[in-house]
């Protein structure tokens, strides 16, 4: 199983950024996916997830009406739309997939190496 994450980089405060990320080697159709953040010194914190099928939503407040999760399950695709970035998104950005997938790290068993998202002021 492998999740490959793409698309980080260095924005301006105000830009957007768009995420993406493969899976390979399993049934992506059958898992929650999900994105988390990591900033230097802080714990791995939830971003957005989006459910198996039907594709219902799920975003943590300090990023709701900002950023949108989508995926493709043909494409077994991932993908996080960043709009209105601020500083504070500055962190490394993993894609994540479970069968239970909530908003803790736990809950997800495959994980991508990560992708750098900094934002400067």
């Known amino acids: 199983v492998q999740l490959v994450e793409s698309g980080g980089g260095l924005v301006q405060a105000g830009g957007s950024l768009r995420l993406s990320c493969e899976a390979s080697g399993f049934a992506g159709i059958g898992y929650v996916m999900g994105w988390f953040r990591q900033a230097p010194g802080k714990e791995r914190e939830f971003v957005a997830r989006?459910?198996?099928?039907?594709?219902?939503?799920f975003y943590a407040d300090s990023v709701k009406g900002r950023f949108t999760i989508s995926r493709d399950n043909a494409k077994n695709t991932l993908d996080l739309r960043m709009n209105s970035l601020k500083p504070d998104d500055t962190a490394v950005y993993y894609c994540?997939?479970?069968?239970?997938?909530?908003?803790?790290?736990?809950?997800?068993?495959?994980w991508g190496q990560g992708t750098q998202v900094t934002v400067s002021s």
């Open positions: 989006i459910s198996a099928i039907g594709g219902g939503t």
């Open positions: 994540a997939a479970g069968p239970f997938g909530a908003s803790s790290p736990g809950t997800y068993y495959y």
